[in-house]
């Protein structure tokens, strides 16, 4: 599924990154408000479905090779976060509905969810 897929899905508005929306593939999301959990847990080139906004999430996404970032809850980050995003290729976007809103449209459409032993595959 593409970002553009989900970002449609979602009914996402796009912070930055929108040129990349119809080429980026998304095979996997996960869904974590806890840094420390995402370091450990997600999957490189996964979509990271988070309500926090500040700039650590962009560089957690730098350390993993995450592409994208789907803000929930109509969270939208600081303008230094959307910055270095953007300086590092990096798509945000925002929706108004909620994590488990999010999480289970995009479940129920064939995202699929990073796990432990995907990892290791």
Do not use: H, W
Not at 27 to 42: I, T
Not at 57 to 72: E, G, K, N, P
Not at 110 to 116: A, I, T
């Amino acid at each position: 599924m593409t970002l553009e897929d989900i970002a449609n899905l979602v009914n996402a508005e796009i912070l930055c990154g929108g040129e990349k929306l119809a080429a980026l593939d998304v095979p996997r999301a996960y869904a974590c408000d806890l840094m420390s959990d995402v370091l450990a847990l997600c999957s490189p080139g996964a979509l990271l479905i988070t309500g926090l906004t500040n700039i650590q999430i962009v560089r957690t996404a730098q350390m993993l090779d995450i592409q994208s970032v789907l803000f929930v809850r109509g969270k939208t980050p600081p303008q230094d976060t959307i910055s270095l995003a953007s300086k590092s290729e990096i798509s945000l976007l925002v929706t108004k509905i909620s994590m488990f809103q999010a999480c289970g449209i995009l479940y129920k459409e064939g995202v699929k969810p990073c796990l432990l032993a995907d990892m290791e595959e």
